[in-house]
């Protein structure tokens, strides 16, 4: 196995045992992070359906001349203002296997700022 695969292989595996024990529900959603090289999506996720309440994206957001940590920050209060216009307050934080630093702590950081709790 080369590495990438051997590296992907490793995060599914994460996920997989993270995803067994954290669920979202309509009062509290799962919040899901998935990061890529270049951009970052967040999705607000009600398990007990099945269906993405609430998604945003580095693309949705206007100042793409800073760098991804800033993005990833900015995002994030994006991600809190659409919540609150659902009445979301509370959700369960779902990493998707990365480590809580850089950019995921970034996002993280600006949905507390703007008023989420988890």
């Known amino acids: 196995m080369n590495k990438e ?21 309509k009062d509290c959603p799962r919040l899901s992070v998935f990061r890529s090289s270049k951009e970052m999506y967040l999705q607000l996720i009600d398990d007990s359906e099945g269906k993405t309440l609430i998604s945003a994206y580095t ?29 979301i307050e509370k959700i369960v934080f779902d990493r998707g296997g990365y480590k809580y ?13 703007g008023g989420l709790k988890f």
């Open 5 to 25: 695969k051997e590296k992907k292989y490793k995060l599914d595996r994460k996920k997989k045992k993270i995803r067994a024990k954290i669920s979202g529900t």
């Open 59 to 87: 693309k949705e957001l206007k100042e793409s001349k800073s760098d991804k940590t800033q993005l990833a920050l900015a995002l994030g209060g994006l991600m809190a203002e659409k919540a609150k216009k659902k009445k």
């Open 101 to 113: 630093h850089g950019r995921v702590k970034a996002a993280a950081e600006g949905m507390r700022k």
